[in-house]
């Protein structure tokens, strides 16, 4: 072989070489995912799945407890127990009326002396209203209405025509009643008088006002459930 | 005989000493380039050892496989086809092919020395 091919050849290794290093790097050098948390991390999530069980476990006693009551009883209290068990969820739900304390939030327009040109009357959109609800949510609010509907897991709110629509209903005109039922309703109306949808609210010339009230009526849900999406999860 | 694979040594050294990473994106592309640099490679062994081996068919089979492939993987992407492995296909049937004429022309060589020697 001639030298001037020898290190041809040497090149050609050269660069073959070379892409083989940046290939096996590329594919085997993808960073381990590293755990790393520390001990008092470790310790908190811990506690947190020790929660978690505790409640599965007081659930499964429960559960448990209403499968007693059906085989135990007569079929009169069966019948009893079955409703009990159908207000239960009934409640839960949301096709009753619940009473209690809560926070009693009105939604009312801003007017402002305009100097010049007509000031639109404003109106609140369904992802302004989807936002409250959702921090309401997230402020602890056990049980929610606005207006005379009542908001259940199932729902929608939704931009209908370029109007709102809760609960398939056409959204009142304002101002509008919004009740919550909380177990600590000082904490959720200082939460709302500091949250963002409060900001939000007034930038659309809409205004927040939250008061606690002592003795709130929620009305019920009065449309059948649809529940044809509805799967059973398994055991 | 000794040049080539010290070149190959400093070619994996200088990679892995670099700490080059490629994006997954173009990770098709690196690896196709390297079958064909394969190819290319085991094609001028064996055209070593048939004795027609010409450095130029060799350095411009070298850059012309490596960039057709390239190209190849490049229309596939466009086309949503997996081209690539038209290419992946090709270089791995001439690889094996490849091989198996070296081995025999290996074992053909020592088999006429020995017959020689007899």
Partial sequence: MKKQSKWMVGLVCLFAGFMVAVQFQTTAG????????????????LVKQQDVQQELLQKISEADQTIENYEEKSSAEQVA????????????????????????????????????????????TPQL????LNELNTFGADEISIGNERITSLSPVRDVNGSTYV????????????????????????????????????????DLQAEVKEELTLPKYDDPLHLKIFKEIGE | MWLPLLFLIIGLAL???????????????????????????FGGIRAQLEKNFDDIVFITGFFFNVSLAAVLAFIGVQLGVDLY?????????????NLAIIRRLIIDQKLLIKIRKK
Avoid: C, M
């Fill in chain 1, 129 to 132: 209203l989807s936002r409250l």
């Fill in chain 2, 15 to 41: 990679g892995f000493l670099s700490d080059i990473q490629i994006p997954d994106a173009y990770s098709n592309y690196l690896s196709i380039a390297v079958l064909a640099a394969f190819d290319t490679l």
């Fill in chain 1, 30 to 45: 993808e960073p381990e995912i590293r755990d790393t948390r520390d001990e008092w991390e470790v310790r908190e999530a």
């Fill in chain 1, 167 to 206: 609960n398939n209903r056409p959204f009142p005109p304002l101002p509008v009643q919004i009740k919550v039922l909380t177990d600590q309703p000082e904490k959720l109306r200082d939460y709302i008088h500091a949250s963002q949808s409060k900001e939000i609210f007034n930038i659309e010339n809409l």
């Fill in chain 1, 81 to 124: 127990a079955l409703k009990k068990s159908i207000e239960k969820l009934e409640k839960k739900v949301g096709l009753t009326e619940v009473e209690g304390e809560g926070v009693s939030i009105e939604i009312s327009a801003i007017f402002i002396e305009n100097i010049e040109g007509v000031q639109a009357y404003p109106a609140v």
């Fill in chain 2, 85 to 97: 492995l038209a290419a992946v296909f090709a270089f791995g049937i001439r690889l094996f092919q």
